[in-house]
């Protein structure tokens, strides 16, 4: 029996057309939501996100301010333009395109954006509150990844009770993923590249996520028949196609429930950063 197909690029724009209709809401009431990307250098892929991210807020009814700095900027002329966005009350939500030149921090970066506007989910007071079920910006693919469970297959996805296994454990995925997991009371397991007989782990997962990097990685045997298998994963194959860390056509027959890439927790990302700068908005109109 083939896998249903989870499709993130439907999902997504379910999610983007329901903010479009209560931004609309709030432009009625003279509200306008705001997000500054900043984008340091020009490295190809990243003017890409920043260009979608724009067409996103565009979509959607935000406005977007666009901030593209030179390759040489300094560590400090980027946190000076950051400190000035983070007092400025128009702004709801920045975002710093990562990855940055090697001579500026990116720790040091996350830090200094206020956990208020932190709409990418990075800063260790949005991680902090995550960890203890407390309010706060959540990283926007994990995010992304519930949604796709619960929205997806009619929402016949069952999480709580669930056996789950995560593949990866990278700040930005893994290790948010885990966390929201756990929220959504399934009994989590974090596997990673230290982990022995990843096969065995993961066969015992009834929900299966991978966010590796490595293409093809999972293949039938790590799926117990009937999984519902996502795939974060974005890699270039030998072909040059863009694929993910799971051997689609394989595991498709196997499992129950399956994202594609493209087309699966890529588009979700976008979506959910725009989800974060609206709830940013509301935060900022409470405060
Ligand atoms: P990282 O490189 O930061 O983390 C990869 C993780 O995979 C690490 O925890 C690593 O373990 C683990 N790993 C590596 N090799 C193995 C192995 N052989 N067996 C088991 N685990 C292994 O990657 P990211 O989390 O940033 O991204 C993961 C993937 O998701 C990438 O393909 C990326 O492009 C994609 N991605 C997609 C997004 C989207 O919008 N769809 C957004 C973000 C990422 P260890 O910690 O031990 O080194």
């Known amino acids: 029996m083939a896998a249903q197909i989870i499709d993130g690029k439907l999902i997504s724009s379910q999610i983007k057309d329901e903010l479009r209709e209560?931004?609309?809401?709030?432009?009625?009431?003279?509200?306008?939501?705001?997000?500054?990307?900043?984008?340091?250098?020009?490295?190809?892929?990243?003017?890409?996100?920043?260009?979608?991210?724009?067409?996103?807020?565009?979509?959607?009814?935000?406005?977007?301010?666009?901030?593209?700095?030179?390759?040489?900027?300094?560590?400090?002329?980027?946190?000076?333009?950051?400190?000035?966005?983070?007092?400025?009350?128009?702004?709801?939500?920045?975002?710093?395109?990562?990855?940055l030149p090697k001579h500026i921090d990116e720790k040091t970066v996350?830090?200094?954006?206020?956990?208020?506007?932190?709409?990418?989910?990075?800063?260790p007071m949005n991680v902090g509150a995550l960890c203890i079920g407390e309010k706060g910006f959540v990283s926007c693919t994990?995010?992304?990844?519930?949604?796709?469970?619960?929205?997806?297959?009619?929402?016949?996805?069952?999480?709580?009770?669930k056996e789950c296994?995560?593949?990866?454990?990278?700040?930005i995925v893994g290790k948010p993923m885990s966390l929201l997991m756990l929220r959504e009371n399934a009994t989590v397991?974090?596997?990673?590249?230290?982990?022995?007989?990843?096969?065995?782990?993961?066969?015992?997962?009834?929900?299966?996520i991978a966010a590796v990097g490595k293409?093809?990685?999972?293949?039938?045997?790590?799926?117990?028949e009937g999984a519902v298998v996502i795939d974060v994963g974005i890699n270039r194959g030998e072909d040059g196609k863009?694929?993910?860390d799971v051997k689609f056509d394989e595991v498709s027959e196997i499992a129950s429930a399956i994202t594609p890439v493209p087309g699966g927790v890529g588009p979700m990302t976008i979506a959910m950063l725009m989800n974060n700068c609206y709830e940013a908005a509301l935060m900022h109109m409470e405060s």
């Open 22 to 99: 209560k931004t609309a809401l709030l432009k009625e009431k003279g509200i306008e939501v705001t997000l500054a990307v900043i984008l340091v250098g020009e490295d190809p892929a990243s003017q890409v996100y920043v260009r979608n991210k724009k067409k996103a807020c565009e979509y959607i009814g935000f406005r977007s301010l666009s901030y593209e700095l030179p390759a040489e900027t300094t560590q400090e002329e980027l946190l000076k333009l950051i400190d000035v966005l983070n007092g400025r009350k128009d702004v709801d939500g920045i975002l710093v395109q990562m990855p």
């Open 110 to 123: 996350i830090n200094a954006i206020s956990p208020s506007k932190d709409v990418d989910g990075f800063h």
């Open 242 to 244: 863009l694929c993910g």
């Open 189 to 208: 397991t974090i596997a990673h590249s230290r982990t022995k007989n990843l096969e065995e782990v993961c066969k015992r997962a009834d929900i299966l």
């Open 165 to 171: 296994v995560i593949v990866g454990r990278s700040n």
């Open 215 to 224: 293409a093809g990685m999972i293949t039938k045997d790590h799926v117990k």
């Open 142 to 161: 994990p995010a992304g990844v519930i949604q796709l469970l619960k929205r997806g297959c009619d929402g016949k996805i069952n999480i709580a009770g």
